[in-house]
């Protein structure tokens, strides 16, 4: 096998004999291939995309390059779920304590951040001492006592996911469906989950912007999940402005906190509560109204706090900041923007307020970067909303005032106002697979 010639063939649209596709991939494990020829083969499927048979060739071979763990001891059933990438989307920092009060088990191999969309574990790591590279014996304690646990791949857990993961994001190849596909599920394969729910953006501030072309990888994805034995459902929805108020680590955990606290923005509570219905749906007898009711109940109650607070202390986190989110990193700058005219704002651009909190230092631009925990905007209005001349519509949270200045102007111009309400959409447009 020639690393060159499989690059070609994908190019040229030829599909790869199985033989010939684990070898490339087994070679870039290996050290035989090198990260540039693999970004090139990136590219090409980007374009290209991957047949069926090849695409169940990459998952497996991401599923193989670790261990696989089973949770067979007749304990409680494993969920879990999964975004495609959003900005501002917490839901997993809530949704993992409120299904593990409910009584599951949530295992969760979560990833970082992808161009402008936010990662679950740059949230979790802006806790002081959390640890996401915990051992897999250690993974499998936490959730035995608390029922959740939030770790990312590990040199045991599908590692060639790890690697080409970075990759992808810095090579503008993340929004590739078949790629998306076998990241998402070879992980859960990998995790032992039983359940998995998808939750599958489409918008501006989505990987993929036309509701028809997120559907076709939600599609993707379940097919997928199907040929590897895996319960999924999949739900469409919108990311045209960021969910819930923050966007960046510090601030996205204090949301968190305060939304398992009973609180936080509407938004944020709905998509956790429709996520967490469905899991508890597919994972036992309990129809969706009945799982949604008592959901809310656990959630408005404020018991999940406590799974939250016990998962942080068990992998190392302060767990003070449960309690004082104030105490979590905090930037040393923060400005307000002001509305330029009175009216209705049309929202703030999601796409341009995940490249604004890139650009402050909550994401990365290259595989180097360092994240900073600290820094990020608050959103002060969403669409819809009347507003004033003059009136705090966004809040920054900046390391200087150079910095800060320049997020000001890229976030006027994120902002549309208008003279009369937008249209309003639902938060989910779909369910797959449908109702009968």
């Known amino acids: 096998m020639l690393p060159a010639e499989v690059i070609a063939a994908k190019r040229d649209g030829r ?8 070898a490339f991939l087994s070679g870039y494990r290996d050290g035989d291939v090198a990260d ?23 998952t497996r071979e991401i599923i193989d390059s670790g261990r696989r763990l089973g949770f067979e001891d007749g304990g ?14 917490k839901v997993s920092l809530v949704l993992a304590p409120l299904l593990a009060e ?17 990662g679950t574990l740059d949230k979790l ?30 040199p045991e857990i599908a590692p060639l996911d790890g690697r080409l993961y970075a990759l992808r994001d810095v090579t503008a ?46 599609t993707t994805l379940l097919d997928l999940a199907g040929e590897m034995d895996l319960s999924a459902s999949a739900l469409l929805t919108k990311m045209d402005e960021p969910l819930g108020t923050a966007v960046g680590n510090a601030l996205e955990v204090r949301e968190a906190i305060a939304c398992l606290r009973g609180e936080g923005p509407s938004d944020l509570r709905e998509l956790t509560l429709v996520i967490a219905s469905e ?13 949604l009711a008592r959901l809310q109940e656990i959630l408005d109650s404020g018991a999940g706090v406590d799974r939250f607070r016990r998962m942080v202390e068990l992998q190392g986190g ?11 990193p905090r930037a040393p700058f923060l400005t307000e923007l002001t509305a330029p005219d009175s009216g209705f704002a049309g929202g703030f651009d999601a796409l341009e307020v995940g490249r604004t909190s890139v650009m402050l230092g909550a994401g990365r631009r290259s595989v180097s970067d360092r994240i900073d925990p600290a820094v990020g905007v608050e959103i002060l209005v969403k669409g819809g909303s009347e507003i004033e001349a003059g009136q705090a519509v966004a809040r920054i949270h900046a390391r200087t005032a150079e910095e800060a200045a320049e997020a000001g102007k890229r976030l006027s111009a994120a902002l549309t106002v208008l003279d009369h309400p937008p249209r309003a959409r639902p938060l989910v447009l779909k369910r797959l697979p449908g109702d009968d």
Request: negative net charge.
């Open 36 to 58: 540039y020829q693999v970004a090139a083969f990136l590219m090409a499927v980007y374009f290209r995309g991957l047949s069926p048979e090849e695409l169940r060739v990459l």
């Open 173 to 218: 190849t993340v929004p590739a469906i078949p790629l998306v596909a076998s990241s998402i599920v070879s992980k859960k394969v990998a995790e032992g989950t039983g359940v998995l729910v998808l939750d599958v953006k489409y918008g501006r501030g989505a990987f993929f912007h036309d509701p028809d072309e997120a559907e076709r990888l939600a």
């Open 102 to 118: 409910y009584g599951l088990r949530v295992p969760m191999i979560s990833g970082r951040g992808l161009a402008h969309t936010g």
């Open 76 to 89: 409680p059933p494993t969920v879990d779920k999964h975004s495609t990438g959003g900005v501002g989307d």
């Open 15 to 22: 599909d790869l004999e199985p033989g010939e596709f684990s």
């Open 279 to 291: 899991a508890v749906s597919a994972a036992t007898d309990c129809n969706l109204d009945t799982a």
């Open 318 to 328: 302060d767990a003070s900041v449960v309690d004082d989110p104030e105490a979590l």
């Open 125 to 154: 790591e802006s806790i002081p001492g959390f640890r996401t590279d915990l051992p897999l014996e250690r993974f499998e304690e936490v959730l035995v006592e608390v029922g959740c646990s939030m770790i990312g791949q590990t």
